[in-house]
Structure formats: structure tokens, C-alpha cells
């Protein structure tokens, strides 16, 4: 193992961007993936994903049986995305590109770029809302547009800066945000305990007519796949922070770290999941308008609003840093003329502006919440992909043919077709497609198969379960190049003709060869 230098302070602005991160400089623990990725969904935005359950009309009972369901299976799919940044040093769409393609790979870019503005605007609208809201019960602040742009703003330009200091920063951020935002969250027990009936009944049962038990199944799906989402919305992020594991760590304890991780977000979730319950029984017109905070605030007593307050403003920090830095890092990998530091800044400035613009002149404050969905439903086959292709490469990448695109070079062992490997391709983007069209929110979208199961949206199933089937047709029908794989061939698949592409600068001589 070699030798690991002592890490930068926190201060330090981090220069790395998606180039491999030196086996010297590797310091991070999975217990610091941890902290990151609970820290990310300890917040408010992960709150309200925990009452839709109940909004959905389940009984506690079973809204707690689908958020443990939801939480189980998102986090066993995500798990296997935690092991390419130890193994690579690089982000998960740079590692992409040894099934995608050198240029193929800006797929997985693409679709972190737009989760992490999806899930930056959500996080900074949700804990503005919520910080404006309580500080109004509070002590009397008025809730008004100028009010809220003032929270917005606070909330972007402090996660701005957080982000643009980098991964060491982030780190101490959310070494104090998980300790406070769960002994907050925990707080809550004291404040909810004595309303909460466990027993809480639902909307469903002998007591409810055909027309509504018809739609329990329905429900009980849409919540289950409403908190898988909160899991696989990390998958495209997790290489951003374990690329500074080092490489030597067994992948067990890195996916270990991931799936306890999404394990303790049952403390935001099971806050939600409580709340949403007391705001049924004793305020239940809040969630026949789907109001969560404000129900939330309405039930709430009033010496529990000064820690709503903290835990808008420390889960606001947590969810923005760990969405807006990734934003920055693949912005800096699709276009590698910026430095992180100028493409965090630039990619900053617009996800501000679009926050802005979306929730006061545009109004896009509940679509949003939907393109999430439809970019999480796109990004669970370009997962599988990636995982599968792990497994039949025995984990084993040639770091300088992944760093070719960022190089602006030519060549390497994982050009295959102009830079473009339709294997890949076509086994994430035609269960994406096909994933699309089962998507059923109702109210919002519902695609041209969305009711083929009686209401029942089957989005993330299918795309799941194509992608795990087609990907390994394609691979078997159409073998990739046998110096694709490592030295010891691949595993479950044939291979066809070595490539023997060299590495070139754009417009040079060979510069290396894979």
C-alpha cells in the first residue's frame, strides 16, 4: 500500500477535478461516504418524500412497509455504484465511459447534471419554505416573495461557497450537519410523541368503497417507488466523494458504508412518516390539499419551531453541497476547458438563477419534483449498465483510456466505435425510453403505458429489469474487444477482436498506448 500524505485543511480550495485523484492523496474512510451521502438526505427535502405514504392515503402500517421496502431495494441498487470511485479515482461518468464509450460517457454526465440542479432547487425551495414558514409562527416574519427570495438566497450563495472550497469542506459541513440535524430530528419525539397514533387507519379498508380500495395497490407502489427515488437519485453522485477512498479498501466495507448510509435516512423519513400521520388525524385538511409543511407547522408545537428552523437551515447546507459539487465536477469533465472551481461558480450562478426565475416567474416549483422523477427513471438503466459491465470486467479498468475524453485525445482500449460503445448505449437507453412511458404520477405525468397496470406505475421496475436482460444479450451477441477487459478476460462473456487502438492527441501522434 503506499504511503498516504496528510490531508489539505478544509480551507484549502480542492484543485482535483475529474482527473484520477494520486494514490498519495487518497485519505477518506467509508466512514466519511457515510456522513456524506446521510448527510445529503438528512434534510427536509427527504421529510416530505416521507409523508407522501400517508398522502397517499396508506395507514401507518403500511406507509411504514412501503418506506422500508422503497429505502431496502434503492439502496441495494445503489451499493454497487460506491466501489468505481475507490477503483478509478474519478467520478462514476468518467469510469462510464469503459461501457459507454470515450464520448458516450457524457451520458452519465448529463444525467447528474440535471438531478443535481433538480434536487438543488428542491432542497433550497423546501427549507426556504420551511425556514420562512416556522419563523413566521415563530416570531411573526411575514411570508411574502421578498421574505422567501431573502431564505432562497441565503441558502444558494452559503452552499455556493461550500462548494466551491470542495470536498474537504463539504466533510466538515456535514460532520456537524448529521449529528445536528438527527438530534433535531430526534427532537421530534418529544414534540410528536403524545399526538402520534400508531394505529392510524387510512383511507383504505372494509370501511371504503370499491372505486377507492381499487387504488390501495396503486398507492401502496407509488409510495414504495416515491422513497426508492431519494436512494437512486445518489447513484450517479457517489464517485464524486469515494474517489478519494483509497483503491486498497475492501469494496464490501465502501458498499457497507453506502447502504447504512441510505439505512439511516429512516430518521428523516420516519420523521415525515410520523408527522404526515399527526397532521392527518388532527389536521387532515393539510393533506387533503397536499400541504405537508404547512400541516407540519400547523400541528407543531410552539417551542419545536426554533429547531424546524435549524434543521431547514442545516439539512438545506447538506442536501445543496452534495448536489451543486457534483454539478460542478461533471460540468468540469463534459467541458474540461473549466477548472471545477470556474465550472462550480458557473453552473452555481445558474442554478441560482433558475431558482429564482422557476419559482417566481415560471412557477415550476411541483414540475420540477417531476423531472426528478423522469430523470431518476432514466438514470436506474444507465446504474445497471454499470454494474453489469463491473461484473464482466472483474472489476478492472485502464485509468489512462477512462482520463482520454477529459485529455482530448483519441484511442485507448475503450474507444470501440468513434468513441461511441452502442452496447452500452442502447442497453441504457431503450429501457430508459420504455421506462418513460410506464411512469405514472397522476396530475402531473402519466405516460402512454402509465395505466396498463391498473394505475400501478411501473417505471422503475421495468426499466430495471430490461436493462439487466438487454445489456447482457448485447455484450454476448455482439462481443466487445478482447483488450477491453483486464488480463485475466472477462467474466460470463465471449470477446471478440482486440481493438489495438492507440492513444493520440486530437490532432498529434500517439501520445500513449493502452
Known sequence: MSEIAAPPKATEVETHGVDAIPDAERSARPLDLFRLVFGGANTFATVVLGSFPILFGLSFRDALLATLLGLGVGALILAPMSVFGPRNGTNNAVSSSAHLGVHGRVVGSFLSLLTALAFFSISVWSSGDVLVGAANRAVGVPVNDAVLAIAYG???VLVLVVCIYGFRFMLLVNKVAVAAATALFLLGIVAFGGAFDPGYAGIYGPGADAATNALYWPSFVGAALVVMSNPVSFGAFLGDWSRYIPRETPRRRVMLATVLAQLA???PFGFGLVTATVIATDAGDYITAGDYVGGLLAVAPEWYFVPVC???????????????YGTGLDFSSVFPRFTRVQATVFIGVFAIAFIFVGRFALDVVQSISTFAILIITCTVPWMVVMTIGWVVRRGWYDSDSLQVFNRRQRGGRYWFAHGWNFRGLVGWLVPAALSICFVNVPGQFVGPLGDLA???????PVGL????LLYPALLWIFPEPEDAFGPDGPRLVPTGTAGATPIVAADGPAVAVA
Open 454 to 460: 391498473n394505475g400501478v406505475d411501473l417505471s422503475i
Open 154 to 156: 441565503i441558502f444558494a
Open 465 to 468: 429489469g430490461l436493462a439487466a
Open 265 to 267: 435516512t429512516l430518521v
Open 310 to 324: 435549524l434543521i431547514a437551515l442545516v439539512g438545506g447546507m447538506s442536501t445543496g453541497t452534495t448536489s451543486l
